[in-house]
């Protein structure tokens, strides 16, 4: 008994600990400051909003402009909880289960694409930001980003963050060594199309022998995804009527393709992208170069460190643009000051803020407005050696195109990445990979 | 419970006048206090045993997505666990996992209770020192132990490499994660199991030691034909313990796979009670992870069952 016991203990304590941090700390302020209107009285205790986010290195970027928020609003205090790096396999799970349970959640929340499909289906998790007079925020936004954060019956309820964008992050001290041209313009010059970014990968490894091309099988195979998604009607894993199309969707065989050509030249580190290894694997240049689209600048340079500055570089990606990923922000109905929960999100997503998070950390914003921000338009990562990421991304961000993901898209897309991971760590033989692709991805749909 | 003892009687024959509430009072102290007083275990066990367990027992027989429907299924989450090869994938890992721990570590604790049996300075400090593993955090454990089976820099790697063996991907393969476990497993509980198998060698009276040793028993012989069978009741219960640890095992497979429960891409050390909690909270089907969690529960009666027979022979005089 005392034995089970014990790990019933240090179970649930690895999946607090290890996976999230469970939400000791309940909003503050209690019930009191609910009703004062905040500012007005100076006695009135500060509301802490809780800010729940996800993802590598520095995430959604949101640290200077909390800071600056937190100096100049006494009374409503930000405090962003950093729950994980793993949006599928830990952050959303435990998110529903919050949102199910109705306690838990923070104040605000980060939802990534992926989440989307599900979030839109289930209005009454979400406080509708109408009520906070957000609907005026519809002109900020490209129409699929705004679109995508209102419900069916037409509440509100996410405020876009960043979007996709692409370009391949590259090791240019790496390229020198192995006799490539370093410099961004040639190195991009050296791979319009994806058949040749694998042959200079055959020559670089040629050359240096302890780094792999690239990280491992994911990265590229989420890049290369949503470049053929563009091509095959903006789907991937489900069609617009939420029915699974993996087996019929040629986008995801031609990157799946892809992905196992790269596994079986052994350009690839076998790293599965948003692990702790994969990090450490960053940081001790075990691979030279990753598919980045734009919030993937500010997850390198986190996981690299100080270290690898100057070192990464910028260029553009074979095969042109593509859409990965991007984020919304929504305000559960569980919180107890939705009312200053929109507040904050309102602010994250103001044109200023979102400018001022591409410059910092280069996650390209989805609020037109700053998208047209000269000080956007002509930004440099320092990281990134003066990557003048303003010219890679931003002049693309108008032409971006969304892709749909389904309600279960989450699960399916973990599905099939560990069987991409599979056959790049040789647990799952080539010959058979496609097929089980194909089961294990109408197994998480089911 | 007979509480008529002769002590009791006395007192209420000498009392005979008593008045009847006070007489009330004092048959509700004698009868109704002692469940009263054992009651908090039971009211508890109520609320965090048999509750969960009549629920998920319940809900076992939905098919209840966890942010959808609920429908009436009846033992269909059942039939659809037997034919599931993932799920007997899990039992596999899970069983072997616990071969592969358990019976070294058994050896290994018994072993190291005996050695700390005996007389030498410091004795309580080492005695102590081996319950550490015990008592730091699963999440450190997981940490450096992710790090000693790292593939690319890892420890163990390194020291493989002397001897000419290739890294070996300790995620990706299945049975060298098993292995990798193991060893995570026995670190932290071989101490834990030695504390509990000295507790009961030192209730075997001495005497009987030293009647062997005037026979002309060596230690060893002592060993297997006093301290072992002496032992049988300790050894039961610590191999119930760790069957039923063993067969849950969550938190250091969860940890080493970064503390995801898939245990590796292709759930190469996924444990039934990572598959429990994938099914449940992550593909949020909800009565189909209650249903392999009976099922659980019935695959360690029988562990249970299996390992108490083993046991009993143990070292038996019969």
């Known amino acids: 008994m005392m034995i089970s016991k014990r790990r019933g203990l240090t179970a649930a304590s690895v999946l607090a600990a290890a996976a999230l941090t469970v939400a000791s700390c309940s909003s503050g302020g209690g019930g009191t400051s609910q009703s004062s209107a905040p500012a007005s009285s100076g006695a009135a205790e500060p509301v802490t909003i809780r800010v729940q986010t996800f993802g590598g290195g520095s995430n959604f970027g949101y640290k200077n402009a909390i800071t600056k928020w937190n100096a100049e609003h006494k009374d409503i205090q930000i405090k962003e909880e950093h729950l994980t790096d793993q949006f599928e396999q830990q952050y959303w799970p435990q998110m529903i289960q919050w949102l199910t349970s109705g306690t838990g959640a923070g104040d605000v929340v980060g939802i990534d694409e992926g989440g989307m499909g599900l979030a839109k289906a289930h209005p009454e998790w979400w406080a509708d930001l109408k009520e906070y007079g957000l609907d005026s925020r519809k002109a900020d936004f490209p129409a699929w980003k705004w679109e995508n954060g209102v419900t069916a019956d037409g509440k509100v309820f996410g405020l876009g963050t960043d979007i996709g964008g692409m370009s391949l992050c590259y090791r240019a001290d790496l390229f020198k060594k192995a006799g490539l041209p370093s410099e961004r313009d040639k190195v991009s010059a050296l791979w319009p199309t994806w058949d040749e970014f694998i042959k200079v990968g055959q020559q670089f490894q040629g050359k240096v022998k302890d780094t792999k091309w690239t990280d491992g099988t994911n990265t590229l195979y989420q890049v290369y995804l949503y470049q053929e998604a563009a091509k095959n009607g903006n789907v991937t894993y489900f069609d617009q009527q939420n029915n699974l199309i993996v087996d019929k969707n040629p986008a995801v065989k031609n990157a799946f393709d892809f992905a196992s050509k790269m596994s079986q030249q052994g350009l690839t580190a076998k790293l599965r992208n948003f692990t702790d290894e994969w990090a450490a694997g960053t940081q001790k240049g075990a691979f030279a170069t990753v598919g980045c689209p734009s919030w993937m600048l500010g997850v390198v340079s986190g996981n690299a460190g100080d270290g690898g500055k100057g070192k990464w570089d910028v ?26 929960a929109a507040m904050v999100a309102d602010y994250l997503t103001q044109a200023q803020t979102e400018a001022s998070i591409f410059t910092d950390f280069g996650n390209m914003p989805s609020n037109t407005k700053a998208q047209q921000d000269p000080a956007v338009q002509g930004a440099k990562n320092e990281f990134f050696n003066d990557a003048p990421i303003g010219e890679i991304f931003a002049k693309s961000a108008a ?12 699960q399916v897309k973990n599905a099939i990445e560990s069987v991409i991971q599979g056959m790049d760590d040789g647990s799952v033989p080539y010959d058979k990979a496609w097929q089980q692709l194909v089961d294990d991805a109408v197994k998480a749909a089911g | 419970m007979s509480l008529d003892t002769p002590w009791d009687g006395s007192r209420s024959h000498r009392r005979r006048a008593r008045p009847a509430r006070r ?17 908090p275990y039971f009211l508890l066990f109520a609320a965090f045993g048999l509750f969960p367990l009549a629920f998920t027992l319940y809900y076992s027989l939905y098919d209840y997505d966890l942010a959808g429907t609920t429908e009436w299924t009846g033992l269909g989450n059942y039939t659809a666990l ?12 899970t069983v ?26 410091f004795r309580l400090a080492i005695r102590m020192s081996v319950l550490l593993p015990l008592v730091t955090s699963v999440v450190a454990v997981a940490v450096v132990f992710t790090q000693l089976f790292a593939r690319d820099w890892g420890l163990v790697n390194w020291i493989l490499s002397w001897f000419g063996v290739d ?42 030691y030293e009647a062997a040793a005037i026979d002309g028993a060596s230690r060893r012989r002592q060993f297997w034909q006093i301290t072992l069978p002496m032992l049988r009741p300790t050894l039961i ?61 019935l695959l360690i009666l029988i562990g249970a069952a299996i390992n108490f027979l083993f046991v009993r022979r143990i070292g038996g005089t019969k």
């Open chain 1, 315 to 340: 260029a553009a990606v074979p095969g042109g643009g593509g859409n990965w990923g991007g984020s919304w922000l929504a305000v559960p109905k569980q919180s107890k000051h939705p009312k200053e």
């Open chain 1, 399 to 410: 032409s971006l195109q969304p892709v749909f993901l389904g309600v279960k898209h989450a």
């Open chain 2, 23 to 39: 007489r009330w009072r004092s048959r509700f102290d004698v009868k109704a206090m002692p469940y009263f007083l054992v009651s």
């Open chain 2, 82 to 93: 037997l034919g599931d090869e993932d799920f007997w994938r899990a039992v596999v890992n």
């Open chain 2, 96 to 121: 072997a996992m616990f071969f592969i721990a358990t019976v070294p570590q058994m050896l290994f604790a018994l072993f190291l209770a005996n050695a700390l049996n005996k007389r030498f300075k």
């Open chain 2, 167 to 208: 890294a070996v991907n300790w995620r990706a393969e299945r049975v060298p994660s098993w292995l990798a476990i193991a060893t995570m497993v026995d670190w932290r509980w071989t101490g834990y199991n030695a504390i509990i198998f000295l507790a009961g060698m030192q209730t075997i009276p001495r005497d009987l």
């Open chain 2, 237 to 297: 219960f610590v191999v119930l313990n760790s069957t039923i640890g063993g067969l849950t095992l969550f938190s250091e497979p969860t940890t080493f796979y970064g503390g995801n429960v898939d245990g590796g891409s292709q759930g190469q050390f996924q444990t039934v009670a990572m598959f429990i909690v994938k099914q449940g909270f992550r593909e949020f089907d909800y009565g189909y992870a209650a249903a392999a969690a009976w099922l659980l529960f």
